[in-house]
C-alpha cells in the first residue's frame, strides 16, 4: 500500500514537502516516482528514484527540475517529493507510485494528494 | 522527449462492443509501453506492461499489442465497469511520457 500526506495549499514561491508512506513489499528493493494530475487534466510524470541497489539515482520531468527533488529514506519505507518555488502550475494531485515490474511503468499507486498552489 | 499521441479522446460504445484504443510514439519505442485505466476520483490501475502482457489480476477481456511506433489497447465484450480514461505511457526513456487519454463511455 502506498498512502501520500502533506498535499496542502501554498503560495506561489513557497515550498511543501510531500511524504510516501508504503508498506507490504520490500520497499527498498523498488525504483519508485510521483506522477500529478491537475484539475480536470491528463497524467503527467514528474520524479523517479531507483534503487539503492541502482545506485539510488533520480530523474526529473522539465517542469519540475532544478524545483523538486525526490528522495528515499528505505529504514522508514518513505518516498519524499521536495517541492521548492511552487507555480500556480503545480498545482495538482500528486501520486506516489511503484515501479513494481523494472519496466518504468507503475504497478502500485497510491491514492494521492491534492497541491494547491494560489495566493 | 517522447510525444505520445493516443486516440480516438473519447469513445462511446454499448455493453458486449469491442472497443480499440490506439497510441502513436513519435519515435520507436520497442514494446516499452504501458496502459492505464482511471476511473472517476480514482488513482490510475495499470493493465498492460511491455506492450502486451497483461498485469496480475486484470480481467482478460483487456489485450495490448504494437511494436515501435504503433500501439493499440483492445477491450473485448466491454462491460459498464469499463467506463473511465484509459492512459497509455511509454517506458523507453526519460522523461517519461503519458498519451492525452480515451475517455470510454457506455
Known amino acids: 500500500e502506498l498512502v501520500e500526506s502533506g498535499g496542502d495549499l501554498e503560495q506561489p514561491g513557497r515550498s511543501l514537502r510531500l511524504s510516501c508512506i508504503t508498506s507490504g513489499f520490500k520497499f527498498g528493493s523498488f525504483a519508485m516516482g510521483w506522477a500529478r494530475q491537475a484539475p480536470g487534466k491528463g497524467l503527467e510524470w514528474v520524479a523517479f528514484i531507483r534503487s539503492n541497489s541502482y545506485g539510488g539515482t533520480s530523474e526529473y520531468a522539465a517542469s519540475v527540475r532544478g524545483r523538486f527533488s525526490i528522495s528515499r529514506d528505505d529504514s522508514k519505507r518513505i518516498v519524499y517529493l521536495q517541492m521548492n518555488t511552487l507555480r500556480a502550475d503545480d498545482t495538482a494531485v500528486y501520486y506516489c507510485?511503484?515501479?513494481?515490474?523494472?519496466?518504468?511503468?507503475?504497478?502500485?499507486w497510491g491514492r494521492g494528494t491534492l497541491v494547491v498552489v494560489s495566493s | 522527449d517522447i510525444q505520445m499521441t493516443q486516440s480516438p479522446s473519447f469513445v462511446s460504445a454499448s455493453v458486449g462492443d469491442r472497443v480499440t484504443i490506439t497510441c502513436q510514439a513519435s519515435q520507436g519505442i520497442s514494446t516499452y509501453l504501458a496502459w492505464y485505466q482511471q476511473k472517476p476520483g480514482k488513482a490510475p490501475q495499470l493493465l498492460i506492461y511491455?506492450?502486451?502482457p497483461l498485469q496480475s489480476g486484470v480481467a482478460s477481456r483487456f489485450s495490448g499489442s504494437g511494436y515501435g511506433t504503433y500501439f493499440s489497447l483492445t477491450i473485448n465484450n466491454l462491460q459498464a465497469e469499463d467506463v473511465a480514461i484509459y492512459y497509455c505511457q511509454q517506458c523507453d526513456s526519460f522523461p517519461l511520457t503519458f498519451g492525452g487519454g480515451t475517455k470510454v463511455d457506455i
Open positions: 511491455a506492450g502486451s
Open positions: 507510485a511503484r515501479d513494481g515490474l523494472q519496466t518504468y511503468s507503475f504497478d502500485l
